[in-house]
């Protein structure tokens, strides 16, 4: 089958302001318009501005979204309130809200059925930490968490993985090539009834190692945090991806 257009996808996290935002996506209308999939996430409260001035060429996604469909559950947003808000994407099960929230995951999998029900396209991040790599139990943490993931609504095309190791987040600290042909060829094996399926590498994705990473077999994208504020380093990223 053949390789899947690259998705090249910026994670804002909760950092920015209206000013900066505005900024930023004016600089990246200058992003390549060849073959490569591109999508930014920014935070809920610029999600409105962000879609009404979307670059050319980008998705917009959101970071979480709640299980539940609609009621009193305050401080939370529902899929469909995003799907309404211009998103067709959304991250779920970010090592970040797996930490700091206590995500379970049960409670992703929900997530991601309340997200394909609205007809969202599911970011699902699986990735083991610094411990869980040392003690050699690597791939079985990631096949773990992407089992639990694979629900009944699962398509080659609503759901994209992005494999990050929680070590590489905002560390400046990259996964070898090895590491991430060796997990990468993991998770496509565990994907089998899901062929087409991308898989992105994120964890200090940079200008300077986005080529090598991007062209390693089974690597058909990258979810970018840090670099993604900065409109030069997220463009040379979507080159690299692009090539
Ligand atoms: P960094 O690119 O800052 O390491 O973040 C990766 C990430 O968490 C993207 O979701």
Redesign the pocket.
């Known amino acids: 089958m053949e390789s899947p257009r690259k998705f090249i996808c910026g994670?804002w996290?909760m950092n920015g302001d209206i000013t900066s935002v505005q900024t930023l996506l004016s600089d990246l209308r200058a992003a390549p318009q060849k073959g490569v999939d591109m999508c930014i996430c920014p935070a809920f409260v610029h999600l409105s501005l962000t879609q009404s001035v979307l670059p050319e060429g980008f998705f917009l996604g959101a970071q979480d979204c709640s299980a539940q469909q609609n009621g009193a559950f305050t401080g939370d947003i529902s899929a469909s309130m995003l799907k309404d808000m211009g998103c067709s994407h959304v991250?779920l099960g970010?090592?970040?809200r797996r930490h700091y929230h206590a995500e379970t995951d049960e409670l992703i999998a929900s997530k991601m059925a309340a997200a394909h029900d609205s007809g969202l396209v599911v970011i699902l991040?699986v990735g083991e930490t610094l411990t869980e790599r040392e003690t050699g139990q690597a791939e079985a943490i990631v096949s773990r968490q992407l089992k639990a993931a694979l629900i009944p609504s699962v398509t080659a095309t609503n759901t994209i993985i992005?494999y990050?190791p929680v070590w590489?987040?905002?560390?400046g600290k990259v996964a070898s090539r090895q590491d991430v042909e060796t997990m990468h060829a993991t998770i496509r094996k565990t994907l089998d009834k899901y062929a087409g399926m991308r898989i992105l590498y994120?964890?200090?994705?940079k200008p300077d190692n986005a080529a090598e990473l991007m062209h390693a077999p089974n690597v058909d994208g990258a979810?970018?945090?840090?670099?993604s504020l900065k409109a030069d380093q997220f463009l040379a990223i979507i080159e690299a991806a692009a090539v």
């Open positions: 994670n996290k991250i970010h090592s970040e991040c992005a990050e590489a987040i905002g560390t994120g964890g200090s994705v979810l970018v945090g840090g670099a």
